[in-house]
């Protein structure tokens, strides 16, 4: 199956002119054979969360632009699996749920049917501040071969990425949000989890323009494997990156299904997450308090 990564550059809170050029890179992409099309974290209005330190007005435009699911930003989404007739992972995207809001992922089939809605596990400290709440657990879609999927700071987290490995994943499908700075160290974190867990990493980064034209943010786009690491990796803005997934897929067995005795260790992955998340929430509750 051809794969399609879509590196855009983002106009901040541009919904009708990101929305079209993501139209036209899906045309573009299933013009040229792709079967699956990723798009970036926030496509309609891109992901600043990490750019910018106003966090009064990030919070607003959580509330602002959280909805549930489906609505009209997945709608949006659905849309264009269906004009486009490929199946499109895009996301995260904010989604409201009773009085949580996560960072969701949705896969979309031809024939806008939702298979697949993974809400991001790894939380950061600013997606905390900011209200927005952690998943459960990791993700896989079976289509030509069995994905699993990441969402931005599920990269940093090796529990996640082992799970993923046990379950039986042949390669991993995230995205990743802007940086203003050190957006290099993206491709280290991949590199080290395609060598730890030996399969490849599909990863779709996105560009943010200000409002005055300006580049304010950045991450990049590029697969990873276990022989090759950078294996591939998009240079222009508004540009298409395909790969075959037969020529980058690992081989593994699910090791879940296999022996029981991983039980534990897949219960001790899940609740080191945990405890990673309540420590830094705690940390952050110490921090407010001091501060006051």
Known sequence: MLISLTHLKL???SKKHNVEKAKKLVKTAK?????LVILPSLFPVGNGFEVYDNEKKMRSMVRNLAEKIPGNTSEIVIKLAMDGQVHVIAGPLLEQAGPKVFLTTLVISPDGEIIGKYRKVASSEKDIRLGISNGKEPMHVLLDRK?????EDDLMSPEI??????????A???TMKAYGKRQ???KYVAIARTVENEMPYLMNGEIIESEDGDIVGYSP???????????KEANEE???LLVESSMISASHDNLVARANDLESILTGLCKSVKRTKSNINGDQTRKNYTAT
């Open 221 to 231: 786009t590029f697969i990873t494997t276990p022989d090759s690491l950078i294996y």
């Open 11 to 13: 106009k901040e809170m």
């Open 161 to 170: 990425n082992r799970l993923l490995y046990f379950a039986g994943s042949q």
């Open 238 to 240: 508004d540009t298409i």
């Open 31 to 35: 013009e040229r054979g792709a079967k």
């Open 172 to 174: 991993v499908i995230g």
């Open 147 to 151: 994905y699993g999927l990441i969402a």
């Open 184 to 186: 290099d160290f993206i």
